[in-house]
Structure formats: C-alpha cells, structure tokens
C-alpha cells in the first residue's frame, strides 16, 4: 500500500518539479506565433481551448496500453511501480514534452520529420515508414481492444457483437480520421473524459473501502514474475504507453498545431503523460491486489478478462460497467488519432495539402484497408493478435527511443543540458535492441549475450554523439 501511495505522489511531484526544470532547459517563447495562429486551415491547424488540449492529449496517448500494459507488467510485482514513475517522469513525460514543442516550433510537423531536420535524411526515411507502419499495428489493436472488451460486458458467447463492434469503431475511426479536429474529436472526447475519470476515480476509491489496497505488495529488490520471466528488458517492453511510448512522438504533434501559445506545451505534453502514469499505477496496484498473488493474476486470464473482473467485482455491475468503458475509452481515442496521424504523416511526406476533402479520403482508404486487413487475420486467433501486439510493444519503444535521440540531437546543436534526454535515449536503446534479440518474437538469442549486445549498441550510438556534444556551443539551429 505504502509503495503505490508514495508512487502517486512522485508522479505529481515530478510535474512540479521536474516538468519546470525541462520547460526552463527546452526555453519557451510565450511571444513566438504558433502553427495553429501561423497556418489555421480549419482541418488540423485550429486553435483549442488548452484544457481541452490536455483532455485530447491525454485521451490519445492513453490507449490500452497503461492499462494492458500495467497489468502485464503487474505480473514482475512492485518492480511495475519503480519503472512507473522513474520512466513516466525522467523518460516518457521528456519524450512526449520534446516530440510536442519540437512540432510546435516546426510549423506542426510529425515525428519523422522532426527526426529528419535533427538526425538527418536517413532517419528520416526510415521514420517515415517505421511511424506509419507503428500507427497501423496501433490503430489494429486498438479496434481489437475495446470490441473484444465489449464482448465480455454485454454477451461472451455472443461472436456476433464483437463484429458488430469492430465494424462501429472502424466507422467512428474514419470520421475521426477525415473530418477537421474540433468538428469530431474535440467535441467527443469530454465524453470519454468522463467514463475515464470515473474509472480512475471508481477502481482507486474501491481499493480503499474493500480494504484491498492493503494487498498491494511493497516494493522490493525481488523478481515476482511467476515464470521467472527475466525483469529486464521485459518489463520495460511490457509497460509502455505508462511509463515511456513512441505512439506518444506520432500523437503530440497533433495538439501542436492545436496550441495557442507555447506556455500551453507543459501542461498539454508532459502533464498528459503523468497523468496516463497515473492510470497505469491505478490498474498495477488493482491487478496485483485482487488476485492474491502474481500466480492468481496470471491465472485470471486475457488483460481483458482482469479489467472486466477487477471492475465489476470491485464496483458491482452499474459501476463496474461504467468502469470498462472508461477502459474502452482508452483505445477509441487512441485508435482514431493513430489513423488520423498515420495520414499526416504520409502527407508531410509527401507535401500533400489536405485541405480538400478527397485529398483526405485517397490517404485514409489505403490505411483502413491495410488495418481492416490486419484486424480479420488478428481475429482468427489469440496467437495472431499476440503477435501483432508484441510487435507493436517493440516497434513502439523503438520509435521512442530515435526520438530521445533527435531530442538529444537539438539539445546539443543549441547549447542546452543535453542530458536530459540523453540518459533515457541510451538507457532505451539498451532495452529495444537486447529485447529484439533475446525474445521469442525477435532473434531468440541467449540471455546474456543479447544484454551484451545492446550495451555495446547504446555505447556506439553514443560515442557517434560527441561531435554533436563537441559543436554544441556554435548553436547550428537557432529554434
């Protein structure tokens, strides 16, 4: 219990004060003039109110992720907890915060495109693809998710009405896809608002009055997981979206163009990650705590049958049904800017004006139809969706590690503490490419070698860094 309250705290400590010292590091410029006040082309350059720009921002970054995740991660014990805060805090609330003022101060551009200006063109091709391909794999998940948890509330037996809910949210995800940002978007998601707070709120309150928050292990040096699964690089793999995601680097330039002011970038862009390390630590801490014990958590079944169980049980059948589609909330607004972000990021590439609705519609088509694609080969079995969402684990941390990179890149060409972004880049590589190599989906390497490998990987990344940190002080890019 001890551990999950001090973890509660630290994460709005690091807001406080963590958030202030990478907004004075980055330097803002509350005078300079914005995208969305430059461009405002009524589609996806439109000035928004911030607290909806924080309620969007939030909303697409919180997918199933910190609470699919979380529960994965809950099976490794409080050690769920530590990589919570010190990578939402230090890693990912940095990532999303740079990924968003990167955009702001580049006339709204996506990730790849930002990586291209800091890396160069290479990385950048590849980011072209590598983001596409990433915001495909989410777009399929997160259709997938929230159906399948659907299925569970209302009819389990039923097939009929999760294919009837894949088709609804596919509908949604096109007009969420084509139509002008404040039309769809910015109008829906209070709603879905809503459901999440009560889940957060509902599933935190319920812990107390069961008395289950005594339950909650505390923290120790001790590897919890039932099959001894290795804690590193797994749980970091396992727990993204809650602790450090790059599908945060595809959605943040999305409320960049949406801003009126840069003074807006921390509460919008650091402050939505804590908050989705907020929702992460909520469904560790209930996963761990309902079950008993990391065995009985395993044995409880799909992510999906834990939100349903822990949900109704907890908050009875009104509450908990309100409760599951707070968690179905998640992936919907996530689902539907990963397509819509997919489609800038093609049109970035390829200077495509989407002011003209046609022009939207000849993006979109293509993606659905790969994702719709995606989606019927995920349903035939479990095993399917398994791999596509490993993938997705994977791709996604990868992503988020060459946009610490790019970060690090503009830290050190304009003088600034390139430190900051450093570290986590460094550390992340270390994770992506030992992962890839050891685990059952990647190259299936022995253990030890392939920890070795990504030290040597991340030391070579770095040392191809220091004549950007020998340069710093000559402030090749001045914004």
């Known amino acids: 219990m001890i551990s999950f309250i001090v973890s509660i705290v630290a994460l709005i400590l690091g807001y406080l004060v963590y958030g202030k010292i990478v907004e004075k590091i980055f330097g803002i410029k509350p005078d300079r003039e914005t995208p969305a006040v430059k461009i405002n082309d009524g ?31 809950a099976l490794w014990g409080p050690a769920a907890f530590a990589w919570i805060v010190f990578g939402c805090i230090f890693a990912g609330a940095v990532h999303d915060y740079f990924c968003g003022m990167l955009s702001l101060r580049n006339d709204g551009i996506t990730i790849a495109e930002i990586v291209g200006k800091y890396l160069g063109n290479g990385p950048r091709y590849i980011m072209r693809v590598f983001s596409v391909v990433l915001l495909i794999f989410v777009g399929v998940v997160f259709v997938y998710t929230p159906a399948q948890v659907l299925n569970l509330l209302i009819n389990p037996d039923n097939k009929n009405i999760f294919t009837i809910c894949l088709v609804v949210i596919i509908a949604y995800y096109v007009l969420a896809t084509i139509l002008p940002i404040d039309k769809l978007i910015g109008r829906i998601y209070p709603i879905f608002g809503a459901a999440l707070l009560i889940m957060g709120i509902g599933i935190t309150i319920t812990l107390f009055t069961s008395g289950e928050i005594t339950a909650i292990p505390e923290f120790a040096f001790k590897n919890l997981h039932p099959k001894g699964n290795a804690l590193f690089p797994f749980l970091f793999i396992s727990i993204a ?28 862009f650091y402050g939505a990650m804590i908050c989705e390390g907020v929702v992460a630590l909520i469904w560790a801490a209930a996963a761990m705590a309902h079950f008993g014990s990391q065995e009985g958590l395993a044995a409880a079944g799909s992510a999906a049958s834990v939100v349903t169980k822990v949900s109704v049980d907890l908050m009875g059948v009104v509450g908990g049904a309100l409760a599951v589609l707070g968690v179905v909330a998640c992936p919907i607004t996530s689902g539907d800017t990963a397509f819509r972000s997919a489609r800038l990021a093609i049109a970035d590439a390829l200077k495509y004006d989407q002011r003209p609705l046609q022009k939207r519609f000849f993006i979109a088509i293509p993606l659905f139809a790969v994702g719709i694609i995606l989606v019927v080969w995920s349903q035939q079995s479990a095993a399917n969706f398994g791999i596509i969402w490993r993938y997705f684990a994977w791709s996604n941390q990868t992503l988020a590690t060459i946009a610490l990179w790019a970060a690090s890149a503009y830290l050190a060409k304009t003088g600034k503490n390139y430190w900051l972004t ?44 220091i004549p950007l940190i020998a340069v710093k002080q000559k402030n090749s890019i001045t914004n």
């Open 422 to 465: 450093l570290i986590p880049a460094t550390f992340m590589t270390v994770v992506v490419t030992s992962y890839i190599l050891t685990a059952g989906e990647g190259f299936r390497l022995p253990y030890v070698p392939s920890i070795i490998a990504g030290l040597v990987v991340a030391i070579v990344l770095f040392c191809m860094f």
């Open 43 to 73: 589609v996806d350059f439109v000035v928004i109110p911030t607290w909806r720009a924080v309620l969007i921002q939030f909303l697409n970054i919180a997918g199933t992720g910190p609470i699919f995740g979380a529960i994965a991660g």
């Open 241 to 268: 979206c809650g602790a450090i995601s790059g599908f945060h680097a595809t959605q943040s330039p999305l409320m960049a163009r949406c801003l009126k002011n840069e003074t807006e970038g921390r509460k919008v």
